[in-house]
């Protein structure tokens, strides 16, 4: 189980994550907030891409400070650019490179290749050239990448931003089957009905935990109070600066 | 836009199972021979053999004037120049022994998967070791550098595309900058990708 206990971080100086602490124990947690609130910071404190300055993160009680590299290997990581995760030039070669030093031999990896783009609808696409692939293909070959190392729990920072609404559904579906735990941040609110649990963030805190329903409610609630307290300006904030996030 | 990560062209022909070491070799030594003891007839056989291999190992031909057409200004000037030496049969030969080096490799290229000729090259690397040099890092930074190219075009493009949006004609410098940032962010969320793949 990942655990944050009084977790803060801050990028030059200023503060992103503010104290937070959570157990994450249900199997599909959605993570909501507006732009800057510091979901992606908190997602990538959970595979010790970002260690925070104060507080720890642990998996099954073991500190991202000390175990990054074990943690990486368990909790796989999604990314919203599909573009940039594709590291090999062809779609199998890709999905392969994840399996360098994990002691498979040839066969096997391909083998375990081969299951994954089947099972994620790129098997004709194997020898393809990655950077060719559709937005959508793209970032479900970097699912497949991910998954082909078989992580116990699948981390994905807006999977579909860049996706079109049919690849959104599909993206999700294939989200939805995953036998992993699932933590998803997204702006696609109605993808998270079905959910466990839905953390809302706001400026660098958890300021609502709980069912997806009550959780988008106050997402949405506290989103209009803020926009008409910024006066139909239209208005960019960042949590600490009130500066405007670009 | 053609570049090296589009060549690989599937196949289940004889060069396609060939080991890539042993492709390598084979090319290495077939044009080795061809310089060193070549006659004229021998450079110009081997070009014809090297583009009749393209059908034979399944590719289709058109590749084999795809590989051809950006070493005709080269061989132009070499032409050109022995011609004006006085020696067209030289000139001949010379063109010819370019020709099936390009050929070879290409064919070398189109029937081997970039990750195959990594691991190729770990392997011939693997000496190295004794040096402090790391092998697998090795074929990682040559497997970016292969994947750099891409990048950089969709970096240009972009930037290209909004230049142009806004209408700043006449000003291309001012997409130095934008092209830049957007190498380094790019370069910087693959890095970050890879270290969450393990990669790193
Ligand atoms: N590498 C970084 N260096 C400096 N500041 C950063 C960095 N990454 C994020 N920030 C800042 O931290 C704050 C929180 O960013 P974060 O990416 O976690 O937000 P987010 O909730 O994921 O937003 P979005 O919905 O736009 O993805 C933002 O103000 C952002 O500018
Ligand atoms: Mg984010």
């Not at chain 1, 979901?39 to 959970?46: D, E, M, V, Y």
């Not at chain 1, 994620?120 to 082909?148: E, T, W």
């Not at chain 2, 062209?9 to 390598?24: E, F, I, N, W, Y």
């Not at chain 2, 000003?171 to 693959?190: I, K, Q």
């Amino acid at each position: 189980m990942l655990q944050l206990e009084n977790v803060t971080h801050a990028y030059e100086g200023r503060t992103v994550l503010r104290d937070v602490t959570a157990e994450l124990a249900e199997h599909r947690i959605g993570v909501i907030g507006a732009n800057g609130s510091g979901k992606s910071t908190l997602a990538r404190t959970l595979n010790g891409l970002v260690v925070p300055d104060h507080g720890r993160v642990l998996l099954d009680g073991r500190d991202t400070r000390r175990h990054a590299r074990e943690i990486r290997r368990r909790v796989g990581f999604v990314f919203p650019d599909p573009g940039t995760q594709i590291i090999m030039p062809t779609v199998g070669e890709d999905v392969a490179i994840g399996l360098r030093g994990s002691g498979l031999d040839r066969a096997e990896i391909d083998e375990r290749v081969q299951r994954i783009l089947r099972r994620h609808g790129l098997a004709d696409h194997r020898d393809h050239p990655a950077h060719l692939l559709s937005g959508g293909q793209k970032q479900m070959l970097a699912l497949a990448s991910v998954l082909v190392t078989e992580p116990e729990i699948l981390v994905c920072d807006e999977p579909t931003t860049l996706l079109d609404l049919r690849n959104v559904k599909v993206i999700e579906r294939t989200l939805r089957t995953l036998p992993q735990q699932v933590i998803l941040l997204t702006h696609h609110l109605d993808s998270l009905v079905d959910f466990d649990r839905v953390v809302v963030m706001d400026e660098g805190s958890i300021v609502f935990d709980g069912a997806p329903a009550a959780a988008v409610a106050h997402y949405t609630a506290r989103m209009e109070r803020g926009a008409t307290e910024a006066g139909g300006e239209p208005h960019l904030r960042s949590p600490d600066s009130g500066e405007p996030a670009w | 836009m053609v570049t090296v990560l589009g060549l690989y062209q599937p196949g289940d022909s004889l060069a396609h199972r060939t080991p890539a070491g042993v492709k390598l070799l084979v090319l290495f030594c077939a044009v080795t021979v061809v310089l060193v003891l070549g006659t004229l007839w021998v450079a110009v056989g081997g070009v014809v053999v090297s583009a009749l291999l393209y059908p034979l190992c399944g590719v289709r031909a058109r590749y084999v004037w795809r590989m051809l057409r950006p070493l005709l200004p080269f061989l132009a000037l070499i032409v050109g120049f022995q011609v004006l030496t006085g020696d067209p049969w030289a000139a001949v030969r010379t063109c010819a022994v370019l020709g099936l080096a390009v050929l070879l490799s290409g064919l070398v290229t189109l029937t081997t998967q970039v990750s195959t000729m990594l691991a190729l090259f770990e392997r011939l690397a693997a000496p190295l070791r004794h040096l402090g040099v790391r092998p697998d890092r090795l074929a990682l930074v040559l497997a970016l550098t292969i994947r750099a190219i891409p990048m950089v075009t969709v970096a240009w493009q972009t930037s290209r595309e909004a230049y142009l949006a806004r209408g700043l004609r006449g000003r291309p410098h001012l997409m130095v900058v934008p092209v830049v940032v957007g190498l380094v962010r790019s370069a910087e969320a693959m890095g970050e990708a890879m270290t969450a793949r393990g990669l790193d």
